[in-house]
């Protein structure tokens, strides 16, 4: 059994749940911890009842760790998530010390096939993280750092634990939301990471994991033998950083900045988020509160609803 952890608050929640969902299909068994970082979210995850997703409150969380209290104090809302990211993985570890593996997956991801050639790479190794892999031209965004905080995996062993507590000492000392000394957030301190655990540490080489807004511009993408390919390799996950639901219906997913986006990208990657992140719904009602999923048929009436609806999805200023 696999063993994830994220975060979100319940302004992410439909898209982390849209994450854990098709984590299940692709992974098999696992189990996904969940820092709640408020009730509702916390009160969602628990009404949902999944044996495989288990909510952590940010009290149980926070419970003794006076360093942590103590960072709290001077950082925003969202540069103390940032703060978190170390001490997740590091709590889970000790709150259930037989766990070997874990990984860290942002709540934006959306997986769509096998994690298998991941952990191959992984091997025996104790440490794994994943480039941002910026075309020439957007070279200059290196300043928030070579690598991304979207998906990492650490082993419950000495490398693994010795890189999760020199990061959390950084990101107890500095994390904050801007470029300064050589630092960004929790995300600059892994570009010394390939030196200081070189024996240890994967540097992920799979063009299908983590095709992003400011990467997907290098590969042909398009869809074969039933499958989204990234250079004639299989899309394992994509990374929605910077989408933002505007409203029930519409959305700005983010691409202009990077230059907008292709037919290709919005068929085969976007528009097939956006129908998983509708499914989602039915189980939460931002309104409402929980509410149990609909029956098979009635799904099936709104997926093929959902096809006329993503035609007010915008691409910068492009609707399709």
């Not at 709640?36 to 288990?54: A, F, H, V």
């Not at 250079?231 to 230059?259: Q, T, V």
């Not at 085969?268 to 409402?288: C, K, S």
């Not at 048929?297 to 959902?306: D, E, T, V």
Request: hydrophobic share 35%; charged share 25%.
């Amino acid at each position: 059994m696999k063993s994830f952890c994220t975060y979100f608050d319940k302004n992410y929640l439909v898209r982390g749940l849209t994450m854990y969902r098709s984590l299940e299909q692709h992974v098999g068994p696992l189990t996904l911890y969940v820092l709640c970082l408020d009730e509702y979210t916390c009160e969602t995850l628990k009404k949902l009842n999944r044996p495989n997703l288990i909510p952590i409150s940010l009290t149980e969380f926070e419970a003794g760790d006076t360093a942590l209290l103590e960072a709290k104090k001077n950082r925003s809302r969202v540069e103390y998530f940032f703060t978190c990211s170390p001490s997740l993985p590091l709590y889970i570890f000790r709150r259930y010390p037989k766990i070997d593996l874990v990984s860290y997956v942002d709540s934006d991801l959306f997986f769509v096939s096998s994690l298998q050639p991941i952990y191959s790479e992984l091997g025996e190794k104790s440490i794994l993280i994943i480039g941002h892999r910026f075309p020439e031209h957007l070279k200059m965004l290196e300043r928030t750092g070579v690598f991304n905080v979207g998906f990492l995996a650490f082993r419950n062993d000495r490398h693994g634990l010795r890189c999760l507590n020199e990061w959390r000492e950084q990101c107890l000392d500095w994390c904050y939301d801007r470029v300064e000394d050589g630092r960004y957030a929790d995300q600059k301190y892994l570009d010394t990471w390939p030196v200081r655990f070189s024996s240890e540490l994967v540097v992920l080489g799979h063009k299908g994991a983590n095709v992003a807004p400011w990467n997907w511009m290098k590969y042909d993408i398009r869809s074969a033998n039933g499958r989204t390919e990234i250079d004639g390799e299989p899309l394992i996950f994509y990374h929605f950083a910077g989408m933002k639901i505007l409203n029930r219906w519409l959305c700005n997913p983010g691409l202009s900045h990077y230059g907008g986006g292709t037919l290709a990208l919005r068929r085969y990657i976007y528009r097939p988020y956006l129908r998983a992140l509708r499914e989602t719904r039915q189980w939460v009602d931002p309104g409402y509160g929980f509410q149990p999923a609909r029956g098979g048929n009635q799904l099936k009436s709104i997926a093929r609803g959902m096809i006329y609806r993503d035609l007010l999805i915008t691409i910068g200023n492009v609707v399709i």
